[in-house]
């Protein structure tokens, strides 16, 4: 039996840390917005055989498929609540770049959760996947429906949002090494790493973005990260030059992404920018 199963990346649209909890992570409010980039992973089951995980990756020499890896934590997830009879053999194709604020582990962790609950003929409901998710990683329980919301908390505190449409995206990896983790220390040490607004001024901010206003997207973590990434700078200064009606860097970073409201605008932007950056990738909202 073989199944494929797509892991979408994530871009914040909006992204504030709202305060550190006591266990050490800190609450956020942000915007997500699942992407066209994705990874694609293969799950196939020998029957005959007793339970055991072979992992394969495929486009990414630096990733370890040992159990470090956010599949095969996923997997052994599942099996601690459901049946997973045979060897399952996965290959994960990754497209998504690495540690890049694009929840590209956190989407492959995601759709093992679907893949296996699909592959077991469901037998897990919602509530379940969405427990094992949050267990797994902040970003993971957004990836399992993906689509737009505004997530709270870690970030599993979901209230989705009607996707939008008819805007393109130009998607850089700056390929500069950035540690989520050291990230938010940085932000721990400033006074002023919120949006400086009034709870008002915050709302129009957000619901403007929701409702397709491209003009007041904002990332607490820029400020902090991209002076030590010139290059994710310089790729947002050039996605804005190169006609990009906005841009921001994702999550903690290095990628940033540029928002066209035409096509052929992002993808002539994207042809000029591939001969400075590697990773490039011309992209679209999807639900
Ligand atoms: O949950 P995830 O594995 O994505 O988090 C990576 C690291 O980022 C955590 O170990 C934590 O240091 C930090 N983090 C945080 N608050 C969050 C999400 C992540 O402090 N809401």
Do not use: W
Request: aromatic residues 8%.
């Amino acid at each position: 039996m073989v199944l494929t199963e797509k892991a979408y990346a994530k871009i914040n649209l909006y992204l504030d840390v709202v305060g550190k909890r006591p266990d050490g992570f800190h609450n956020l409010e942000t915007l997500m917005h699942t992407v066209s980039l994705s990874d694609e992973l293969t799950f196939e089951l020998l029957k005959r055989e007793p339970f055991s995980i072979e992992l394969k990756i495929e486009g990414n020499d630096n990733l370890k498929a040992d159990e470090s890896n956010l599949v095969f934590r996923a997997v052994k997830e599942f099996v601690k609540h459901s049946h997973v009879d045979g060897k399952l053999i996965i290959t994960l194709k990754k497209n998504i770049p690495v540690e890049a604020g694009l929840g590209g582990g956190s989407a492959d962790a995601a759709a093992t959760l679907r893949a296996l609950n699909r592959l077991s003929k469901f037998p897990l409901d919602e509530t379940k996947l969405y427990e094992m998710a949050e267990k797994l990683g902040s970003d993971v329980p957004f990836c399992l429906k993906g689509g737009f919301a505004l997530c709270r908390g870690r970030g599993e505190k979901i209230t989705p949002l009607s996707p939008l449409k008819n805007l393109h995206l130009v998607i850089i990896n700056s390929g500069e090494r950035v540690s989520t983790p050291d990230a938010f220390k940085l932000i721990d040490q400033s006074k002023n790493s919120e949006l400086q607004a009034s709870p008002n001024e915050k709302y129009n901010v957000l619901s403007s973005i929701t409702e397709g206003e491209m003009n007041a997207l904002f990332n607490a973590f820029e400020q902090y990260i991209l002076p030590t990434c010139p290059r994710a700078k310089k790729a947002k200064e050039e996605l804005i030059l190169c006609g990009a009606y906005s841009a921001l860097m994702s999550g903690s970073g290095p990628t940033v992404f540029g928002i066209f409201d035409d096509f052929v605008k992002a993808e002539n932007a994207a042809k000029k920018l591939q001969s400075d950056f590697d990773k490039v990738f011309v992209s679209g909202f999807i639900d």
